[in-house]
Nanobody, 123 residues
Framework: QFQLEESGGGLVQAGGSLRLSCAPS????????MGWFRQAPGKQREFVAG????????DYAKSVEGLFTISLDSDRNTWYLQMNGLKSDDSAVYYC????????????????WGQGTQVTVSS
């Protein structure tokens, strides 16, 4: 059993940048895919980005492709979401998650979740 903790959220103006971090409290064990999801008010949680722990595969939602970058630091057991060119539509609670599967992109494939960090983009 391990816990995930997100950090780096906050208020930013449109066009600005934020970097989110996800730090497990312990060994992630057999988890192979690390990801980021978000949930805006009145909407369902959606996949944002994923990365294999090996770093050999990444995937992004089309809405953020070319603007957001997921990365990880195996030495720190931490993964990140660099968000550039933020828009008001990006405002949401962002969650980090871990999956035992190797190419996970669906929420049901992830079984460990953080509590979320708020990202608010103002016009």
């Amino acid at each position: 059993q391990f816990q995930l903790e997100e950090s780096g959220g906050g208020l930013v103006q449109a066009g600005g940048s934020l970097r989110l971090s996800c730090a497990p409290s312990g060994d992630t064990g057999s988890r192979n895919t690390m990801g980021w999801f978000r949930q805006a008010p009145g909407k369902q949680r959606e996949f944002v980005a994923g990365i294999r722990w090996s770093g050999s595969w990444t995937d992004y939602a089309k809405s953020v492709e070319g603007l957001f970058t997921i990365s990880l630091d195996s030495d720190r057991n931490t993964w990140y979401l660099q968000m550039n060119g933020l828009k008001s539509d990006d405002s949401a609670v962002y969650y980090c998650a871990a999956s035992k599967e190797h190419f996970a992109t669906a929420g049901r494939q992830f079984d460990n979740w953080g509590q979320g960090t708020q990202v608010t983009v103002s016009s």
